[in-house]
């Protein structure tokens, strides 16, 4: 059974995380200076959150969209959505998983590798963020 219940599930705990990092001054420089845009398409529940470095606004790095967009991705990457949890919690390697098939990417894959030195903080916030908004069946998957 998946974790997340629904489409809206997933924007409200990693579009909302996602958010939170676009403000974040020791991730956030990193991913603005890639001017990537980054697609995650995930399935079980089906959601889309799109990261665009080559916009930011209100004190954030870049923009957080859910659903869909018109914006074409640089990079594609598709999975379930307890993929990407496992993935913010530091428990799943990005290389592994692409190779697994449990992660598909379609676009330059060496410039996403480049910004994981970038996103290790995020592995830390986003298992306290789980903590604060009471989700601890998350953090156990």
Request: hydrophobic share 45%.
């Amino acid at each position: 059974m998946a974790l997340f219940k629904d489409e809206e599930d997933v924007y409200a705990v990693l579009g909302t995380f996602f958010r939170n990092a676009s403000r974040d001054e020791t991730m956030g420089p990193a991913i603005q200076k890639s001017g990537l845009i980054i697609q995650f398409e995930y399935s079980d529940p089906a959601s889309i959150l799109t990261i665009d470095a080559t916009e930011a606004a209100d004190g954030a790095y870049f923009a957080v969209i859910e659903g869909r967009t018109e914006k074409k991705p640089d990079v594609h990457m598709t999975m379930k959505a307890d993929i990407a949890n496992q993935f913010w919690l530091g428990k799943l390697n990005l290389l592994a998983a692409l190779s697994r098939r449990q992660m598909v990417a379609k676009g330059p894959i060496p410039k996403i590798v480049k910004l994981l030195p970038a996103i290790q903080p995020a592995y830390k916030m986003y298992q306290e963020y789980l903590q604060k908004i009471g989700r601890s069946e998350l953090l156990g998957y």
